[in-house]
């Protein structure tokens, strides 16, 4: 690591326009800032090209981007899950728990009161006094108090140490809830993706189902010709073999079906009982929405909130430095106090049993045994952590977007050769089918014509899901949707 990251501490510095390629650090108290290079630059634009070359129509801006899909179930499906999800309900609680460290952090710089009452009862002996009349006997008195106080301490931040260690933990807190927006972000993304897969679960058995269906009309056509005598053995075993593979391949694709039901369940904080399989019964997946405009400028993703949550922590970092160094300065603390003391309760409203003190000390650190020192080594070194794990975010980010757009190119392409695959093994096995009923072609030739149209139809509405999956990703990595406005 460079030393100039160990000379500065970081102070709040807003994500510049251009995809924060730096982060300004600098000492509160000290020099002017100086600049952290983290050698991740914004590209200029994205290498994956987007397919649109103007902003699609689209949901309204402040509409959620997963009602761009145009499924109604689906968004009934993420309102659910962003308000029963147990994990959202803890990140929820922890905004919490950072707010109240805040409010401890604050309260150290404000004069602290306390309010103190007491009463006692107290006999003491006076032995060895000559007391006349007394010889044989020990002298002791009596007496009663009472008293009533109020306290006042505070430390003078004279080196800026509580401040920033307020300061810290407000950023702790906005951190938090950042990480709140990232996992209401990633719920919706997982709850989009669980829900298609379960559309495709249910249109993988449908496929299945007529596909056995399918095959036991060829087996049974096949018996019935071999009963007769026109045709062989063989064929008889191939065609019961064939109905038997699509009765094993049906069971699969029912487990699947239950597995991503029971997932999405899940996702809804809902006992996973698979009760909404019934939902799915006959539904298609949803259209792929317009592609994403060509022209969207990097500095989108600075709306993620995993940068977000990154960039606050590195910001409390460089707070905890100025809290290491503070340490090292002394401390000056002011206490005071004022009430009553007397031998009766009365004596409290008396204003002649006043009693009051007040001081001031001044507390210099000498010898720690170097603790101090390595508590600014400490926050350095932690500081220089989050600033490369910052780094590495931007980075992943960038990637992730990358990604997506591929991704959704390659699939879109893979897709529309299916489609044609498709189309045509659909009809090359209606053309076997009559060939062999017409005895012009071999049983073999049915089977491989079946079985080409049917994992063609199969890996066809797979594609299909996967490139909704990578819409999904394209928003995820993006931290959301987009606008028109984003790309001018």
Do not use: K
Not at 78 to 99: T, Y
Not at 258 to 264: C, E, K, Q, T
Not at 330 to 358: C, K
């Amino acid at each position: 690591m460079t030393g100039s990251r160990r000379r500065h501490l970081a102070t709040r510095s807003p994500l510049p326009a251009t995809g924060a390629a730096l982060i300004l650090v600098a000492c509160a108290s000290g020099p002017p800032p100086a600049p952290l290079a983290l050698g991740v630059e914004p590209p200029a634009s994205w290498s994956a090209p987007a397919a649109g070359d103007a902003p699609p129509a689209g949901p309204p801006a402040d509409a959620p981007w997963w009602s761009g899909f145009g499924d109604e179930e689906l968004d009934r499906m993420v309102d659910l899950a962003l308000a029963a999800n147990r994990d959202l309900a803890a990140a929820a609680a922890r905004v919490e728990a950072a707010s109240a460290q805040a409010r401890i952090a604050g309260a150290a710089l404000l004069p602290q009161a306390a309010l103190g009452a007491d009463a006692g009862r107290r006999r003491q002996n006076f032995i060895g006094l000559p007391i006349p009349g007394r010889e044989g006997g020990v002298l002791s008195s009596l007496s009663t108090t009472f008293g009533g106080s109020l306290g006042l301490s505070w430390e003078a931040d004279l080196w800026g140490r509580l401040a920033a260690g307020e300061a810290a933990a407000l950023s702790e807190l906005s951190a938090s809830r950042a990480d709140l927006d990232g996992a209401r972000l990633s719920l919706a993304g997982q709850t989009a993706r669980a829900w298609f897969a379960a559309i495709e679960a249910a249109g993988q058995v449908d496929l299945a189902e007529r596909t056995l269906e399918t095959r036991r009309v060829t087996r049974d056509q096949i018996r019935r010709r071999f009963e007769a005598g026109l045709r062989s053995a063989l064929d008889l075993r191939l065609a019961i073999a064939n109905h038997a593979a699509a009765e094993a391949a049906l069971a699969g694709r029912r487990r699947q079906l239950d597995a991503s039901v029971r997932r999405l369940e899940l996702l809804l904080s809902r006992y996973p009982g698979a009760e909404l399989a019934g939902r799915l019964a006959g539904r298609a997946l949803p259209a792929l929405p317009p592609a994403p405009p060509a022209g969207l400028p990097a500095e989108l993703v600075t709306r993620r909130p995993d940068l977000a949550a990154v960039e606050r922590r590195l910001e409390a970092a460089g707070l905890g430095i100025r809290q290491a160094r503070a340490a090292l300065y002394p401390r000056l603390s002011l206490t005071g106090s004022a009430g009553r003391l007397g031998g009766e309760v009365g004596d409290l409203l008396d204003s002649d049993f006043s009693v009051w003190s007040i001081a001031s000390s001044l507390l210099a650190p000498l010898f720690q045994g170097g603790r101090l020192r390595a508590g600014v080594e400490l926050a350095e070194a932690r500081y220089e952590e989050l600033a490369e794990r910052y780094a590495q975010t931007v980075l992943r980010a960038f990637a992730e977007v990358e990604l997506a757009l591929a991704a959704e190119e390659h699939l879109a392409g893979q897709a529309a050769a299916l489609a044609v695959a498709a189309e045509q093994s659909a009809e090359a096995e209606r053309q076997a089918e009559d060939r062999y009923r017409a005895g012009l072609g071999p049983y073999l030739a049915v089977l491989e014509a079946q079985r080409q149209a049917a994992d063609t139809r199969s890996r066809l509405l797979e594609t299909r899901r996967q490139l909704l999956d990578a819409r999904v990703d394209f928003h995820l990595a993006l931290g959301g949707g987009w606008s028109a406005e984003a790309t001018r």
